[in-house]
Each structure stands twice: as structure tokens, then as C-alpha cells.
């Protein structure tokens, strides 16, 4: 009788067993397959793992939402389909529910002065709001305005179903997580980013349209932002929480009362 062939490096995944397997080929990159003669199961041993770069990842993501279907990405990339659903699936996760929709706008500005330029800014503060609750949910100041400074945006913020923008370039190359509306002839989608923004150059002196005061830094100006943006979401809460008691009147507080 012969002995029960063993090898510790062929394992079945389903029921542990060692002993009884047996090969089964080779699968396309050249990995040795195995059944296993107890449960019939066919596995491959130490598969390979392919790593793609991070750039081929958001560009198959880019194509899926644009309109491609994912075999067809998976064609035109030369990978499995499997490969782009999983990337997928990884983006449709942690969505928040307590944000219906996110807004995104930008604001530009000067920093240390005012150049001469025909808008006459240096500068770009791009925001992400919420509808309901009215709250700045992200932001970030810089010296340009590239989708990938939006995109770290996106990706470093809350999730939702819903995002809406105005028609700036920059929002078509962002992979957004939900449904992303984009307004190329006007402001409607966009009303509470830009009622936000009034509100910051209302506040804060450094971003006043026909003011003389420039922040020095940027990094200055991102700290104050900072304190701003935490101040004003906390007016946000309690002006929401204020209203479900009394639908009008003036709030017995502001936003300074916050700071």
C-alpha cells in the first residue's frame, strides 16, 4: 500500500488537510495548482500577487465613472475586470449618512500682497460644506488649485452620495465616492459653498474683498481657517439645534461666541 503523500507547502484552504494533494497545472503566470482529493477543491499555491501603481488605480476608477464599463477598463488596462470591481467596492465604502450633500467652491485671495494680476490673487482657499447640517466639512489653502489638491480634499473628508460644484476644470479629473454634479452654467448647486464663503470673507479681515490687511504666511492664514471653520461648525450645530424649538426670532448668539 502506498504511504499517504504529504507536503506542508500544500495546504487546502477549505478543509486544512496536507496530505492527499495533488497537482492540477499551472494557472497563467506559472504557479503550480493543486485538488484536494478529500474535498475536490482546486487552489493554487502561493499565489502571486500583482501590485499596481496607485496612478493606474485612480485612472480605472476615472474611466469606471466616466462612463466606461469595468470589463471594458480591464481591456483597455490589460487586467481583470475583478481587479477594477474591487476597486470600486473599496470606494463605495464609509458612506456618512448624516451628510445628504457636500458642496465644494473655491475662494481666492492674496497672502503678504496683492498682485497685479488681471483677478489679482495668489492664492486659493477651496472649501467643502454641507447642506444639512451647514458645516465646513473640509478645506485646504494653497498656492494653486490642481484636482489633486481637491481630490485630497474628497478623500480626507466625509463620504456622501451627493457632491455638487460649479464648472472649474479641476472637479472633472476628482474621483468623487457618490453621484458628483457638476453646474457649468451657474450657481444653483452650489448656493450654500458660496453663502459659506461670504461668511468667511465676512469674518475674517485678511480675505475682505477691499481690504489693505494680507496674511504674511500661508500657513498663517490656514490656522486661522482652521479656528474659524471649528468656531463656525459649532454655531451651525447649536443655530440647528436652536430652531427645532423656535422656527423664527433672532438666535440669542453668533459665530464670535464661538471663537
Not at 83 to 101: A, M, Q
Not at 106 to 126: A, C, D, G, M
Not at 149 to 162: H, K, L, N
Amino acid at each position: 500500500m502506498r504511504p499517504i503523500k504529504i507536503d506542508e507547502n500544500r495546504h487546502c484552504p477549505k478543509c486544512g488537510k496536507t496530505e492527499n494533494q495533488i497537482n492540477k497545472g499551472f494557472n497563467p503566470s506559472g504557479s503550480q495548482r493543486c485538488r484536494c482529493k478529500d474535498c475536490g477543491i482546486v487552489y493554487t499555491i502561493n499565489p502571486k500577487k500583482t501590485d499596481y501603481p496607485e496612478e493606474t488605480n485612480k485612472l480605472a476608477l476615472r474611466m469606471y465613472y466616466s462612463g466606461v464599463s469595468g470589463r471594458g477598463v480591464g481591456k483597455v488596462l490589460g487586467m481583470s475586470k475583478a481587479n477594477i470591481y474591487n476597486w470600486i467596492k473599496k470606494t463605495k465604502r464609509h458612506v456618512n449618512n448624516s451628510y445628504d450633500i457636500l458642496e465644494l467652491d473655491e475662494l481666492y485671495w492674496s497672502v503678504l500682497h496683492r498682485p497685479r494680476t488681471k483677478t489679482q490673487e495668489n492664492i486659493y482657499l477651496i472649501t467643502m460644506v454641507s447642506r444639512n447640517p451647514r458645516q465646513i466639512v473640509g478645506f485646504d489653502v494653497a498656492y494653486d488649485k490642481a484636482f489633486e489638491r481637491i481630490q485630497d480634499i474628497v478623500d480626507s473628508s466625509p463620504t456622501t452620495s451627493e457632491y455638487h460644484t460649479d464648472g472649474y476644470w479641476g472637479y472633472v479629473d476628482t474621483l468623487f465616492p457618490g453621484k458628483h454634479i457638476r453646474n457649468i452654467h451657474d450657481k444653483s448647486n452650489t448656493f450654500t459653498a458660496e453663502s459659506i464663503n461670504a461668511d468667511l470673507r465676512h469674518y475674517i479681515h485678511v480675505l475682505a474683498r477691499k481690504s489693505r490687511c494680507f496674511a504674511r504666511k500661508l500657513e498663517t492664514l490656514k490656522a486661522v481657517v482652521t479656528v474659524f471653520a471649528d468656531a463656525y461648525n459649532q454655531f451651525g450645530l447649536a443655530k440647528q439645534k436652536f430652531r427645532q424649538h423656535r422656527k423664527k426670532g433672532e438666535l440669542p448668539f453668533s459665530v464670535v461666541d464661538f471663537l
